[in-house]
């Protein structure tokens, strides 16, 4: 390792003589890196988001739509009847209807106050789930404190319906946003955007939102109300573990027995909804992933480029170190000292081009800011790239004879 | 200084096989001068690669500086190569991106001397060749006489026992070669062995002694010269 660097000096000063290729190497380089960190902060960040969990117990829920078409349906009737069998089903855990699932890309949001007497700006984003007493059930909540919901108190009728006082049960980092002091929050009161009061009667410790781009994405409540109109509604099944694939043309089955006069729609797990909602993110780390492996590759054949070229119009050069004394090691340590310097120098360039790049993302696409621990890791990687794409030219150097030396050219 | 016994070396292709030396066999006592002449394809480079352990040989053996070196791998000629034999190429064969300082220091750094001692040798080196002064200089900054100055000096810094020149003045005018000439007789009378090759007979006659190769062997051009003179005479 002395060797290496006692070798930097002559060899940086013989490079300052002749730069004009590896400047633009040493550019590519820096170019490299402020891609390479910022396509991989990205990467990580998409993945982090995605390794999210919904709350949900996604392995074993599964969820469809069911729209009656025969006139004069009563769709509270067909409910209770639907999910008497459902849950009456063997391997089923519990059922119920909501308006909309975590992570499906539709449902309902508003702000929640702690007081009647709102103010502009005041309250907590949230998305709301109008649901039924057997939300928990069938979505496999976890329930930190107070309780589910009560049969009695979960109120259902017409497009009004969802719209009254009613229980509610808390997503964990709702409840300490809204109660940032901390202690019990069960009991308390809280009121939506027409000061309507909610009363908490629980919380779970995790509910995300529908929306991916929402910006309080853990943000969720559920309350104890639904609006009995069969677009506002999805039925929603947990299955014992392992028996969902099973379960789920079974109970399609079972519902168009108990009514043929109806479509069942969109039969869907949860796993499936929230590979679809994070397919975008998907996408983009597949394209971004490839644009590494691209650049990378771009950027070694450049470094080995180089290097191939000076040992080409360096043979005589090689043949006089040989001659005077170097030893094959020394030969290649004068390549990786040169690559080291030359990524070096594009290095210094890049960790600049890198921050200004993650800059421009952040007020251009709302990015999140580039971690600067990524810099010194990619700093590391360009080293370790630049000595790997370089050792196949400096061994085929250092298999030059010491006898060209005495040859002409 | 130097044995060399029966050597033979061929250079095969798919098509021929060269025999560029062939029982060929020479010594070379410490502190001689010694000059190598010959035509163009009598084996005077492949001579000079041998002796100064650029090239292998296929038969024969070679001692140098009272060690067998018949048998070493590449590691531990580049060692010797080093330590023991300087060059001086035809063609100076400085590194051109380097400066005089750092073209005299590259034999030295593979020796792994200390900065210091580096430092010391090549000034007194400079001194030597009278390129003090040109120490931060680019080779394309200097005359080709200054040049192969530069290259001697880079041999000398490494205080070799044995000097192997190959047309040491071939690129030089007649005043530059005197003066590169008159060093080396002043490094030999300093006691460091040299073998030039040349094609210059004005050259080799300043020497100690001449060594005529033909076809790859070698012959003592001193006694095939006399040799000649007598037949010369008795034809007369």
């Known amino acids: 390792m002395k060797k290496f660097f006692l070798e930097a000096g002559p060899v940086l000063r013989a490079l300052t003589r002749s730069r004009a290729g590896a400047v633009l190497i040493a550019l590519q380089c820096a170019i490299t890196l402020a891609i390479l960190t910022n396509a991989i902060f990205i990467i990580q960040d998409r993945v982090r988001q995605m390794a999210r969990p919904s709350g949900v117990d996604s392995e074993n829920v599964f969820s469809m739509r069911v729209k009656p078409y025969k006139p004069g349906f009563n769709l509270a009737n067909d409910i209770d009847r639907d999910m008497a069998a459902i849950r009456a089903m063997p391997g089923i855990v519990d059922a119920g209807v909501i308006n909309s699932l975590p992570l499906s890309e539709g449902g309902s949001s508003g702000r929640i106050y702690q007081s009647p007497d709102i103010k502009p700006g005041d309250g ?20 930190v404190e107070g309780r589910g919901f009560l049969p009695e108190e979960v109120k259902r009728g017409d497009r009004t319906a969802d719209r009254g006082e009613a229980s509610i049960i808390l997503s964990q980092t709702l409840a300490k946003k809204m109660f940032p002091g901390g202690g019990p929050v069960a009991g308390k009161t809280l009121y939506t955007d027409d000061g309507t009061a909610q009363h908490v009667v629980g919380v779970v410790e995790r509910l995300q939102a529908p929306w991916i781009s929402f910006g309080e994405l853990e943000q969720a409540m559920l309350l104890s109300q639904y609006r009995l109109e ?38 869907r797990t949860q796993s499936e909804i929230e590979s679809d909602t994070y397919a975008s993110y998907r996408a983009m780390a597949v394209i971004l992933g490839t644009v ?47 690559s080291w ?58 298999e030059l004879p010491p006898a060209l030396a005495t040859r002409s050219a | 200084m130097l044995q060399m016994t029966h050597i033979s070396k061929v250079f095969r292709t798919e098509l021929v096989q060269t ?60 060692r010797l190569r080093n330590e023991k034999i300087g060059f001086i190429f035809q063609g100076f064969n400085l590194l051109p991106d380097l400066s005089v300082f750092d073209n ?61 020149a190959d047309e040491p003045t071939g690129n030089l005018d007649s005043l530059m070669a005197r003066q590169v000439l008159e060093m080396l007789e002043e490094i030999n009378a300093a006691g460091t062995t040299i073998v030039m090759v040349t094609h210059d007979p004005e050259l080799a006659r300043r020497a100690h002694r001449n060594i005529h190769v033909m076809d790859g062997q070698v012959t003592d051009f001193t006694a095939f010269a006399a040799a000649q003179t007598e037949r010369e005479s008795l034809a007369a």
């Not at chain 1, 196949?392 to 250092?398: D, E, S």
């Not at chain 2, 024969?60 to 590691?75: F, K």
């Open chain 2, 104 to 164: 005299v220091d590259v034999p030295l750094r593979y020796r792994g001397m200390s900065g210091g001692e580096r430092r010391r040798r090549i000034d007194k080196a400079l001194e030597q060749v009278g390129l003090a002064s040109r120490a931060k200089h680019l080779p394309s900054q200097l005359s080709g006489g200054q040049q192969q100055r530069v290259a001697i000096a880079r041999a000398l810094a490494g205080t070799p026992r044995i000097l192997f």
């Open chain 1, 230 to 267: 069969p677009a506002y509604l999805v039925y929603v099944i947990r299955s014992q573990p392992g028996q969902r694939n099973a379960l789920m043309p079974q109970v399609e089955k079972k519902l168009q027995e108990l009514d043929p006069d109806r479509i069942i729609r969109s039969p």
């Open chain 1, 341 to 398: 310097l030359i990524t070096t120098g594009g290095a210094l360039v890049g960790v600049g081009l890198s921050f200004a790049l993650s800059w421009w993302m952040v007020n251009t696409f709302d990015l999140p800011p580039l971690d600067w621990r990524y810099v010194p890791v990619g700093v590391l990687f360009l080293w370790v790239l630049g000595q790997i794409a370089v050792l196949a030219p400096a061994r085929r150097a250092a």
């Open chain 1, 292 to 338: 590494i492996v691209l650049i990378v590759a771009v950027t070694s054949l450049g470094i080995i480029g180089l290097a191939s070229f000076n040992v080409n119009v360096r043979r005589k050069q090689i043949g006089t170190r040989r001659a005077l004394g170097a030893q094959k090691g020394d030969i290649i340590r004068y390549f990786l000292v040169e």
């Open chain 1, 124 to 143: 907590q984003f949230t998305a709301n789930y109008y649901t039924d007493d057997h939300s928990l059930g069938s979505l496999g909540l976890k329930l």
């Open chain 2, 19 to 78: 025999h560029a030396l062939r029982d060929f066999s020479l010594n070379v006592a410490e502190g001689e001068f010694v000059a190598v002449t010959g035509p163009s394809g009598s084996g005077k480079t492949t001579f000079l690669n041998i002796a100064g352990l650029l090239e292998t040989f296929d038969t024969g053996s070679y001692r140098l500086d009272g060690q067998d070196v018949s048998h070493l791998d590449d590691a531990a000629r580049s």
